[in-house]
């Protein structure tokens, strides 16, 4: 895997996929995934206007994110399958909220394009952004939610060692509803004795 490589762009590979923050050439190919995975989305991600967003818009979010993580504050990934040096958008990997203070965590989200769900790749992407966390940022914590009938979600988080914690009422605003969430955590101990370091 690596990290931040020489040409100082944050990026993390392994398994056949990349992660690292999203670029203004990027535009057109999140605007068509989005677009195309809107209905299977809405269900499960907070209200935004992703379809009709423009590329003034995405520039100014491609600038904030890139901001956020020179701050350490929040890394938002883009997810890409890579074949040969192909890079092919198939979601993104969030840690928000980012805190070393007193209690050294983050929020962990994530959403996959309607036609690559179900094939192991957010699994991997999970599996993929954690040393960075862990052991690059050294969080003691992570922390996720999902939806409770979300089952896919669940079992993603599952297979990477995160445990339920707790169950939250009108967590987060989805669809206009404050909707009730699953809460799941993973700290370093945890990770580490289940990777063996």
């Known amino acids: 895997m690596a990290l931040w490589p020489q040409k100082s762009e944050l990026q993390l590979d392994g398994a056949g996929l990349r992660l690292r923050l999203p670029k203004r050439n990027d535009f057109c190919d999140f605007q068509a995934l989005r677009a195309d995975s809107y209905t299977f989305l809405k269900p499960f991600v907070p209200k935004r206007p992703d379809v009709n967003l423009r590329r003034s818009t995405f520039e100014k979010t491609v600038q904030k994110c890139a901001k956020a993580a020179q701050k350490r504050k929040e890394f938002s990934f883009f997810l890409f399958r890579v074949e040969q040096e192909k890079e092919t958008l198939i979601g993104a990997v969030t840690i928000s909220n980012v805190s070393f203070g007193a209690a050294h965590h983050g929020n962990l989200g994530y959403w996959v394009g309607e036609k690559f769900a179900r094939n192991g790749y957010m699994s991997n992407g999970v599996a993929l952004v954690l040393p960075f966390l862990f052991n690059v940022l050294e969080l003691k914590r992570v922390h996720a939610v999902c939806l409770p009938h979300n089952i896919p979600s669940k079992k993603i988080l599952l297979k990477n060692g995160f445990v339920e914690e707790g169950f939250a009422e009108?967590?987060?605003?989805?669809?206009?509803?404050?909707?009730?969430?699953?809460?799941?955590?993973l700290t370093a101990q945890r990770f580490n004795d289940v990777k063996g370091i």
């Open 170 to 185: 009108q967590y987060v605003q989805i669809e206009g509803e404050w909707r009730d969430h699953t809460l799941f955590g």
